[in-house]
């Protein structure tokens, strides 16, 4: 009964020794595979990356390369491409890299766009981004209609056709992704050029809140002081949410046309109204609106006293008056706050 065991336990031990042994050779052979796949695609990049480098910085003809749409070869052509993107800052240089782009890489994205593998789809679409690849539109708007892409894939699609400016975004956006969140929504539009971008503006009183909240985000985000009669129609309009973010947005762009429903939410019942209004009164230097900013230095909500100091000290007398509350006020938090902003930046 013993031998018997000693056998079995033998047989089982060889087994694994024997499967460790051919996962460790596997894994040697895969090693080696890689190693030298990454040496041919080196050799490659070093040397075709003069010619690279003269055509996008100096415009020459595209001639000299002997390229072949083997795989290998494409990935050494993105992974150039891929480095100069980062660091190229002139228009003509963006748009020769471009044109490389799809000259050498066209085919190769346009496979992995309809590939089934996650990964590949997803590589295709930041580089078809990252080099303005504006030929491949048609295939990104098509793959946008699979039913097997992920949320992930989705949102990348839709801020690659607000890069690309795709003029059927407007009716796309809001009939068929109108279940998306106010960051997604945000990450889009900030990437629309102004025409575009007035096409969702002419729509916001018919939009879901999100998308609401998302326009008025990129308005302040971008300072946009066109927009500010609208934003000042909705701060005027809608409650809640919707009316503080237009507040937000108009303390951004530092302008209003009607100053005194601005004045009025100083007093309101809400502290975070209070304190976007101060900081309304002191991106536009308001001073009818420096009394009730040294009262908010005395306000119950650390964060209105903050944006209150603050906006006193944009004033071009605000050293002065923040000076006057130190000296004179019997409130230790407004003397506090008075103190730190008389030293900010000092």
Not at 47 to 74: C, H, M, N, T, W
Not at 215 to 225: F, N, Q
Not at 271 to 299: C, F, N, T, Y
């Amino acid at each position: 009964m013993i031998n018997q065991e000693v056998i079995f336990l033998s047989i089982i031990t060889l087994s694994l020794l024997s499967l460790l042994f051919l996962l460790l050779l596997y894994l040697l052979t895969r090693k080696f595979y890689d190693i030298k796949k990454r040496r041919k695609i080196e050799n490659y990049k070093n040397k075709i990356y003069p010619k690279v480098l003269s055509i996008i910085a100096e415009g020459d003809l595209v001639r000299g390369i002997s390229f072949e749409k083997k795989v290998l070869k494409q990935k050494a052509i993105e992974e150039l491409l891929s480095k100069y993107v980062k660091i190229l800052e002139g228009e003509e240089e963006k748009k020769r890299l471009s044109e490389l782009a799809t000259l050498w890489l066209e085919d190769y994205y346009r496979k992995r766009l309809k590939s089934k593998r996650w990964s590949q789809r997803m590589n295709a679409l930041y580089h078809i981004e990252d080099f303005h690849m504006v030929k491949l539109i048609d295939d990104v708007v098509l793959l946008s209609s699979k039913k097997n892409i992920t949320h992930q894939e989705t949102i990348h699609i839709l801020r690659i056709l607000a890069s690309f400016q795709f003029s059927g975004l407007k009716d796309l956006l809001p009939n068929q992704y109108h279940y998306l969140s106010r960051y997604d929504y945000r990450s889009i539009l900030t990437r629309l050029e102004h025409g575009l971008f007035d096409q969702f503006v002419l729509t916001f009183h018919k939009s879901p809140t999100p998308f609401k909240y998302a326009i008025l985000d990129v308005i302040s985000v971008k300072r946009a002081k066109e927009y500010c009669v609208f934003t000042e129609n909705v701060f005027s309009t809608y409650q809640g949410e919707l009316k503080l973010r237009a507040l937000k947005a108009l303390a951004e762009i530092g302008y209003v046309k009607d100053i005194e429903p601005c004045l009025e939410m100083l007093h309101s019942s809400k502290w975070q109204e209070r304190m976007v209004a101060a900081k309304l009164i002191g991106s536009i230097k308001e001073e009818k609106g420096i009394p009730r900013l040294i009262e908010l230095l005395h306000d119950q909500t650390w964060w209105v006293r903050s944006q209150a100091g603050q906006s006193i000290r944009q004033f071009p007398n605000g050293k002065a008056i923040l000076q006057k509350v130190l000296e004179t006020s019997k409130d230790a938090y407004a003397r506090d706050m008075a103190w730190d902003w008389l030293h900010k930046g000092v």
